[in-house]
């Protein structure tokens, strides 16, 4: 029998022998997951990043706090931006991505509209699920080893360095690392300074920054309870604009749709639609404002849906995406759906609302979600669009002088050309009724390049100051000011800016020193390896051209868009130069025929007469603009595609013939009845005919 004493001991002794595994696994959990760089988030910065650290030899950890990897590039965006920039300076990592993406195609014997080789400003466009399949192509091949749901909770520094991550899976360790997300996480969570939001004008100088409201008088957003256009309004009664705020630019998804029955699935229904909520749009189409979202062809015929910029109502929750980047998990989360309801209940309002005219109806009931594209997120688009959060304040903020004024830097790591272009900020509540939409800064582009600046984003745009933190870099939140993060946004830039960094953190680590000591000379001979482009292109003196050209110095007789009789909701602007007289109108790309300018004058003799239009051409203009002309008994209608440009060194273009009756009065009226794009008014012109 055994003794009290003896029992205990031999079952002490068993518990131990049991424990001792469970401690050994313990202890080996414990233990930090080591590499030599280490990325959070797998946006397009994010997994560039990680891709160049590893071709460079490093060992690479790409944690990403969703299970969604690629960011926006494989969540839904799908028309790539770098139509809009200088694309033999937009090379390396993006080049190589999109030229592979040419190759899946080609492989399976499909040939896209454009090659990758040529570098027009051709439209480069791809289907998510092709672009999700090349991202992680180049992961597997770099050697990357990529985890997913991995949250970060907590950061462990010792001094100036960071010594560890923490997720809610795990504990991570590094001797460089890259903050890869479009919130700036990982820099925050490292106690390095940051902002959000908007400066003020003053704070760098910025003439674009502050609130953006529409300039001059507005009839489009002002409406009462029956939808009639309230008396006009001024930009003073929506308040001051020099003050900057913590608002962002709004969020949307980036739908992937198509007409296709064979691949189309229905969009889902919302799961509380209020018809209430969308009374002020109601109203709004009423008063003869456009509804919907901008579309964009996709190859497998299908549609990229984006947010309309400068559009009134749109896929864009305005105003909602504030606190976004400062939330948790949870708040995210709420934010998210907010989001994804709101465009699936404008959806349903735009299919059977009766105020929407039928055939807008009709062209949105057609489309749905995709069959073969997001099949495990119910094939709606797993990423929100995060086109602004934390901006860093680090060792340089790139402002608005750095892209227009001073685009030479001695550190640079990217060529940036995209135009300064903000989506809206905030919604306002106008004196009366009404609302209009503020923060809109539309693209502003120098006579070349043509498709938008061109200007270096120094190294020094992606490191926190020493005194903060010496071994992160941060090519997504980075340092600059909103109106650079306009610029800087979109996601050509940041897979270049993601390379950048990956290549300076493998080279920090392999050196054993601080990524703000790391030789610039040295790191620009490793981009220029990897194919990237330095140099700022070329630029030829610009023309010396007039803003505005006096009409009464003009031949025969001239009409400006101010002499018209206006009905219906036009914008007055001075964005594209030169121009007739003070400026010029556009109806906002409404389409819907709500919108008219008149003329009524009269020629000195009867007789034919030449009949030319000035107008800034543009891909966004209307192709079929309708020109009626009557005069005593004759009457006509032209249309004018203002796509067109105008004749070189010519203010306007022919656009007919007409005959006109002396002493009697003519009337020339421009509209927007069904068409597809922006309508221009600037000034028409009619030069007498010798009859032979």
């Not at 749009?281 to 990229?304: E, F, H, N």
Request: net charge neutral; aromatic share 8%.
């Amino acid at each position: 029998m055994f003794q009290p004493v003896r029992l205990l001991s031999l079952l002490l002794a068993a518990l131990f022998l049991l424990q001792s595994p469970l401690r050994a696994a313990q202890t080996e959990q414990q233990k930090p997951l080591k590499a030599d760089v280490i990325v959070y988030g797998a946006t397009p910065g994010g997994f560039c990043a990680a891709i160049a650290a590893a071709r460079e030899g490093a060992e690479v950890i790409l944690l990403e706090p969703t299970d969604h990897i690629g960011g926006l590039n494989t969540g839904g965006l799908s028309f790539s931006d770098s139509n809009q920039t200088v694309r033999s300076t937009v090379m390396g990592l993006f080049d190589e991505w999109h030229t592979r993406i040419e190759k899946d195609y080609a492989d399976r014997g499909i040939t896209l509209p454009y090659r990758v080789s040529v570098k027009d400003q051709s439209k480069w466009t791809y289907e998510p699920h092709v672009a999700m399949r090349v991202t992680r192509q180049m992961l597997d091949e770099a050697g990357v080893k990529v985890l997913r749901e991995q949250r970060l909770q907590s950061v462990q520094k010792a001094g100036t360095q960071i010594k560890e991550l923490v997720t809610n899976r795990g504990r991570f360790a590094a001797q460089v690392f890259v903050d890869g997300t479009y919130e700036g996480d990982l820099m925050a969570a490292a106690g390095v300074s940051w902002t959000i939001g908007r400066e003020g004008k003053a704070e760098y100088g910025e003439s674009l920054a502050g609130k953006r409201y529409p300039k001059g008088k507005m009839k489009i957003n002002g409406f009462d309870d029956q939808g009639q256009l309230l008396p006009l309004i001024t930009t003073t009664d929506a308040g001051p604009e020099d003050e900057g705020d913590s608002n962002v630019m709004v969020y949307s998804f980036r739908l992937c749709l198509t007409d296709d029955p064979d691949n189309r699935v229905p969009f889902p229904q919302p799961k509380n639609y209020d018809p209430d909520r969308f009374e002020v749009v109601r109203r709004y189409v009423k008063s003869g404002g456009r509804v919907g979202w901008d579309m964009y062809p996709l190859p497998g015929g299908k549609l990229d849906g984006n947010n309309s910029i400068g559009g009134q109502f749109s896929l864009g929750l305005v105003g909602a995406c504030n606190g976004w980047s400062e939330a948790d998990a949870a708040g995210r989360a709420a934010i998210w759906e907010e989001h994804k309801q709101y465009t699936l209940e404008f959806y349903h309002f735009l299919t059977t609302d009766p105020v929407v005219p039928e055939k807008i109806r009709q062209q949105y009931a057609q489309l749905g979600l995709c069959k073969d594209e997001f099949p495990e997120y119910g094939h709606f688009s797993p990423t929100l669009y995060v086109r602004e959060g934390r901006r860093m304040r680090g060792m340089f903020v790139l402002s608005q002088k750095d892209i227009l004024e001073q685009p030479e830097k001695e550190d640079p790591i990217v060529i940036s050309s995209f135009p300064i272009d903000s989506h809206d900020c905030q919604r306002v509540a106008l004196k009366g009724g009404g609302v209009i939409n503020e923060g809109t800064i539309f693209p502003v582009r120098r006579a070349y390049p043509k498709q938008g600046y061109a200007y270096h984003v120094p190294y020094r745009s992606i490191l926190p100051q020493p005194d903060e933190c010496t071994n992160l870099l941060v090519p997504v939140a980075l340092s600059c000011t909103h109106v650079g993060i306009s610029s800087i946004r979109v996601e050509p830039t940041w897979m270049i800016l993601g390379q950048s960094a990956g290549i300076a953190a493998a080279m920090t680590a392999r050196k054993n020193t601080t990524v703000q000591k790391l030789p610039y000379p040295e790191l620009r001979k490793r981009l220029l390896k990897r194919g990237q482009v330095l140099e700022l292109p070329e630029v030829p003196p610009e023309p010396k051209t007039v803003s505005g050209i006096d009409p009464k110095m003009l031949p025969g007789v001239v009409l400006d868009d101010g002499a018209a009789e206006l009905k219906g909701s036009w914008s007055r602007s001075t964005n594209f130069k030169p121009y007739i007289g003070k400026g010029y109108v556009h109806d906002g790309k409404s389409g819907n025929g709500s919108a008219s300018a008149t003329f009524r004058f009269k020629v000195p003799h009867t007789g034919r007469y030449q009949l030319l239009m000035a107008y800034s051409a543009h891909p966004t203009r209307a192709k079929q603009v309708p020109v009626t002309v009557s005069s005593g008994t004759d009457q006509s209608t032209l249309t004018v595609d203002q796509t067109r440009p105008l004749p070189a060194g010519k203010r306007f273009r022919e656009i007919g013939t007409v005959r006109l009756q002396g002493a009697t009065e003519t009337t020339i009226t421009v509209s927007n009845d069904q068409t597809d794009g922006f309508v221009i008014l600037d000034a028409i012109q009619l030069l007498p005919i010798a009859e032979k």
